[in-house]
T-cell receptor, first 113, second 112 residues
Framework: GDSVTQMEGPVTLSEEAFLTINCTYT??????LFWYVQYPGEGLQLLLK?????DKGSNKGFEATYRKETTSFHLEKGSVQVSDSAVYFC????????????FGKGTKLTVNP | DADVTQTPRNRITKTGKRIMLECSQT?????MYWYRQDPGLGLRLIYY???????NKGEISDGYSVSRQAQAKFSLSLESAIPNQTALYFC???????????FGPGTRLTVT
């Protein structure tokens, strides 16, 4: 079945450090890929998405590129801030219109001043 | 006001009790979902509904039931709560054909 594997945390960085959170997927066909963010005490919010190979999603300084050849969708940010501290989830929806999200287990990021 | 609301936000209940979690949305979306979140396991789909007359089981539906009372309302019930149903529960919505889901703030349920 479809699945998402993301790097385990927690990840702790200093402010202005470079962030990479790895995400790989297994799916038939060409899924849509997402990164969701969960700030403390809140629900999940869509951070960015990509719907086809080589698409780059970007938002709030975060980027991720849909790499079909490596089945990956790694999240990057050049300079993190304390306010980026949150749990990040990689997810996919299988092609075919079901729109059911399959989530990775989440990666907790803590950014220290 | 929030687009997707969940009530209650926190609930402590005892083993064997029946409990209902409620979700309401003002986004006008047809599709609604219930997930549970457990530490280290991410989110797992319990049930989903693509319209008022359509209810489908997700990957972990055992021990749960749902009711879609209207386009805007989707309730999750635990008929006889057990401790391993202690978790954070999220409701989400999406528009037909648009693969982006909007999440409520969550309900933290503790079963003692």
């Amino acid at each position: 079945g479809d699945s998402v594997t993301q790097m385990e945390g927690p990840v702790t960085l200093s402010e202005e450090a470079f962030l990479t959170i790895n995400c790989t997927y297994t799916a038939t066909g060409y899924p849509s890929l997402f990164w969701y963010v969960q700030y403390p005490g809140e629900g999940l919010q869509l951070l960015l998405k990509a719907t086809k190979a080589d698409d780059k999603g970007s938002n709030k300084g975060f980027e991720a590129t849909y790499r079909k050849e490596t089945t990956s969708f790694h999240l990057e940010k050049g300079s993190v801030q304390v306010s980026d501290s949150a749990v990040y989830f990689c997810a996919l929806t299988p092609r075919g219109g079901s729109e059911k999200l399959v989530f990775g287990k989440g990666t907790k990021l803590t950014v220290n001043p | 006001d929030a687009d997707v609301t969940q009530t209650p936000r926190n609930r402590i209940t005892k083993t064997g009790k029946r409990i209902m979690l409620e979700c309401s949305q003002t986004k006008g979306h047809d599709r609604m979902y219930w997930y549970r979140q457990d530490p280290g396991l991410g989110l797992r789909l319990i049930y989903y509904s693509f319209d008022v007359k359509d209810i489908n089981k997700g990957e972990i539906s055992d021990g749960y039931s749902v009711s879609r009372q209207a386009q805007a309302k989707f309730s999750l019930s635990l008929e006889s709560a057990i401790p391993n149903q202690t978790a954070l529960y999220f409701c989400a919505t999406s528009d037909t054909g648009i693969n982006e889901q909007y999440f409520g703030p969550g309900t933290r349920l503790t079963v003692t």
